[in-house]
Nanobody, 122 residues
């Protein structure tokens, strides 16, 4: 299974962006569990942003103050992150992740996408 993040770019402060993360590969042989968004700003550690399970239950970092919304389309094997009211401090490489297990298997492994860069100008 491969994860491909996209949708990053340059946006002005106060603007919005929607990131996508598409899973591909031998999807039919696997079950995708919880999915995640993290980010890593220059010189900082990777930071948890949000997670969503298969039925749509979500969890967010308190620091986001409701500005980001995570969602997924299970039929399209795609994860989304809708970001609004972006601030220069949101500038980072955004990574998606997913817990994946073989169908019939018990254990999940976490897979990561390659990251998509979001730059917010002031």
């Amino acid at each position: 299974v491969q994860l491909q993040a996209s949708g990053g770019g340059l946006v002005q402060a106060g603007g919005s962006l929607r990131l996508s993360c598409a899973a591909s590969g031998s999807i039919s042989a696997f079950s995708i569990g919880p999915m995640y968004w993290y980010r890593q700003a220059p010189g900082k550690q990777r930071e948890f942003l949000a997670s969503i399970d298969f039925v749509g239950r979500t969890d967010y970092a308190d620091s986001l103050k409701g500005r980001f919304t995570i969602s997924r389309d299970n039929a399209k094997f795609t994860l989304y992150l809708q970001m609004s009211s972006l601030e220069p401090e949101d500038t980072a490489l955004f990574y998606c992740g997913a817990d994946v297990r073989p169908r019939g298997g018990m254990n999940y492994d976490r897979y990561w996408g390659q990251g998509t860069l979001v730059t917010v100008s002031s």
